[in-house]
């Protein structure tokens, strides 16, 4: 191996590895919710939650733009002025849309309840889950900007920390809400609230260098540099719209399942919970091709971004394939932990062969979606996805509901097939032309 592709390998390792732990710690605020809630011998706490961690994903989750767009734009600063202005302004934004989301959310969670056909017996609990998670906004979405300016910075250690103790903290609180005071699904609420908000406070802690400069240099001063605000807000629109199509695209799943019955809902919902768990360890290796690729780009470097393309793809190609034996291989201990349901255990045994082929049919959107978010070509991120959703998975799942719950997953695994394939079709031309006419 080349000298320097020795080197593009050991920087990606050296960035994947924190985020790959720190992406797997991510879903821990659901995961852990679902195992403490699927053992208190009622179901609908467990459906309730389900319904309203899908919607949380719209008001949450479809603003994690403000994470991809801050990373490539972050990757591609020149110095920390401009770094630093991205920072500031990445910020302002991530808190004005928290204000949108606090002053509009409750009146949004009642429509999106009645939308995603909520039971009659879980309405209540589901709005109540909601309207305490609601006051986690600021905290939520700041995070998510300074996440992904540390990403773009090549800083991932920061972030896994961030994730570690924003969870072992929810951990922690899950047990003492919902199992010591028997607050149940208010209680997981309560416990995720408090968690992000310490974590919010240790993210600021990591960038307080950044913010001293800001301020030493004059907060009017920094917001001259870095992207214009047009600019972040062009990209971050594009991937708002991206974001928002893939989030309806489980929202839909999930409302769908919620029509095939109580039981049926609170079993996919541990399927998509453990689905949840592969995404985030493969993002590692796509969060390391934000960051280098966004380099590469950067200094119009083509032999680098197409070797570090190559590298990352067979990192994820190797987790992908290890990650479909593990869930294979650890099937009957993986269900015994999720839920002691007995009807919900056997609904997840049934559907399980779907879960385990998940992991290899996303891999290469996911390392995809890293690639074009470090060279910001979010336009054609948010095209790929609309046409995914739109015109294959729907149209699937139209074709397919004779076969009740199978025909859900079958759409549900084409569709996420369909994103890398049209996001690799789109690569040559919006990536790879577009550099070499830049750098000739």
């Known amino acids: 191996m080349p000298p320097r592709d020795r080197q593009i390998h050991r920087r990606i390792r050296a960035l994947a590895w924190p985020m790959i732990l720190a992406n797997l710690s991510a879903p821990l605020l659901g995961i852990v919710d679902t195992a403490i ?76 309840l009645r939308l995603m056909n909520a039971d009659s017996t879980l309405l209540p609990l589901a709005q109540s889950y909601l309207h305490i998670r609601l006051f986690s906004a600021p905290a939520v979405l700041a995070t998510y900007v300074v996440i992904g300016w540390l ?33 149940h699904s208010d209680g997981a609420a309560i416990a995720s609230v408090i968690s992000e908000y310490c974590g919010f406070g240790l993210a600021l802690w990591a960038v307080r260098s950044s913010l001293k400069h800001s301020i030493s240099f004059g907060i009017k001063q920094t ?39 109580q039981n049926q809902l609170a079993a996919n919902a541990i399927l998509l919970q453990l689905m949840m768990i592969s995404a985030y360890g493969l993002d590692g290796f796509a969060h390391a091709a934000e960051a280098l ?29 290890t990650v479909s034996a593990a869930l294979f291989l650890l099937e009957p201990p993986i269900i015994m932990v999720m839920t002691d349901l007995t009807a919900v255990r056997e609904l997840v045994r049934d559907y399980y062969g779907w879960l385990v082929w998940l992991p290899i049919l996303c891999a290469p959107s996911y390392l995809l979606d890293g690639i074009y978010i470090g060279t910001l070509k979010t336009k054609a991120m948010q095209w790929c996805m609309l046409f995914c959703v ?20 079958f759409a ?28 000739s």
């Open 293 to 321: 690729v966004g380099e590469a780009y950067k200094h119009r470097d083509a032999q680098m971004l197409i070797a570090t393309c190559r590298a990352c793809a067979k990192y994820c190609a190797i987790t992908a394939v």
């Open 151 to 183: 990403i773009g910075q090549q800083n991932t250690r920061w972030p896994l920390l961030i994730a570690i103790g924003t969870n072992v903290l929810n951990i922690a609180l899950d047990y003492l809400f919902i199992v010591k005071l028997n607050l």
């Open 37 to 112: 809630l699927g053992h208190l011998g009622d179901s609908r706490y467990l459906s309730a939650v389900a319904i309203s961690t899908s919607l949380l994903a719209f008001l949450y989750w479809g603003f994690g733009f403000l994470r991809m767009g801050t990373t490539g734009a972050s990757a591609q600063t020149a110095n920390m002025q401009e770094s630093a202005g991205l920072l500031l302004k990445a910020l302002l934004l991530s808190l004005v849309i928290a204000l949108f989301i606090l002053l509009a959310g409750h009146k949004l969670s009642h429509l999106g």
């Open 223 to 261: 917001w001259r540099y870095g992207p214009q605000i047009k600019q972040l807000l062009s990209s971050n629109l594009q991937l708002f719209i991206r974001t928002a199509a893939l989030l309806f695209s489980f929202a839909f799943f999930t409302a769908q399942s919620a029509a095939l019955g």
């Open 390 to 409: 739109c015109l294959v998975f729907l149209p699937l799942w139209g074709l397919s509901q004779h076969w009740g719950n199978n025909g859900l997953w």
């Open 412 to 439: 549900f695994c084409i569709f996420n097939l369909a994103r890398g394939l049209s996001l690799a079709l789109m690569f040559r031309r919006c990536v790879l032309k577009e550099l070499k006419a830049s750098s």
